[in-house]
């Protein structure tokens, strides 16, 4: 029996899809960002729009030092490390082929990055139903605006645009976060006041405004999570008008 039927049915799918999204990682290692992302296409699209069935959002127009960021994240275990994000698992993989070579790797997840930031976004079909927006833009405004912006377009260093991944995606990561599946190193070290880059400093942030300790959550249930996407895939429409 193949190993691959052996995993149990999220593992199993998730190997599935790692090897369909590698299919394009056999020439030699490109130089141009263009060339690169053709190791991302099958997951993420031609254009970056993303692909659902793959758990792949659509990354066209992210920043290029967030992209960058994420890459690095996925290639130490940062990210996509914890055993319940399967999506993140496949990730990973993906992340090291763009890191196996030292001398060349930064080169080229600068040039990828830059690549995909140019890449022009497309608002997703909406999937995620019963979101209140009205609701939805008093919290964005309490605790995602200073850091996505007004628009949700994003704010350098600070928090990516938010109208493009896809509203499944946006729903997935804020479950993640909740759950510590992302954001969520028990190392001593990542609960200081200056975590280092191995605890994802950025995502902490996130989770502390978003889910602190000392009082209420923000989005404390899946209801809450809903109404704030909603708001996000109204501002995404009226960019696109």
């Given at each position: 029996m193949p190993a691959i039927l052996k995993l149990p049915l999220a593992a199993a799918f998730a190997a599935t899809v790692m090897l369909v999204c590698s299919v394009s990682t056999a020439n030699a290692e490109p130089t141009k960002g263009k060339e690169i992302y053709q190791k991302c296409v099958n997951c993420h699209g031609i254009e970056g729009h993303g692909v659902k069935?793959?758990?792949?959002?659509?990354?066209?127009?992210?920043?290029?030092?967030?992209?960058?960021?994420?890459?690095h994240n996925f290639y130490d275990g940062t990210r996509g490390s914890h055993r319940e994000d399967?999506?993140?698992?496949?990730?990973?993989?993906m992340a090291r082929m763009l890191k196996k070579d030292a001398k060349k790797s930064d080169a080229m997840i600068k040039a990828v990055s830059e690549y995909v930031a140019k890449m022009k976004p497309v608002v997703p079909?909406?999937?995620?139903?019963?979101?209140?927006?009205?609701?939805?833009?008093?919290?964005?405004a309490k605790v995602c605006k200073a850091c996505h912006g007004a628009n949700a377009g994003g704010m350098p260093t600070l928090g990516p645009d938010l109208r493009y991944t896809g509203d499944w995606y946006l729903l997935a990561q804020l479950k993640n976060f909740q759950a510590k599946?992302?954001?969520g190193n028990p190392a001593p070290e990542c609960n200081g006041f200056t975590p280092p880059a191995h605890c994802d400093p950025k995502g902490l942030e996130m989770v502390r405004?978003?889910?602190?300790?000392?009082g209420p959550a923000v989005l404390p249930d899946e209801q809450s999570m809903k109404d704030v996407i909603a708001y996000i895939t109204r501002l995404a429409e009226s960019s696109n008008k």
């Open positions: 069935r793959f758990w792949a959002p659509g990354i066209a127009g992210l920043s290029a030092e967030y992209v960058a960021r994420q890459v399967i999506p993140g698992h496949r990730m990973r993989p079909e909406q999937t995620v139903a019963n979101g209140d927006s009205e609701r939805g833009q008093l919290i964005y599946r992302r954001a405004k978003v889910w602190p300790k000392d």
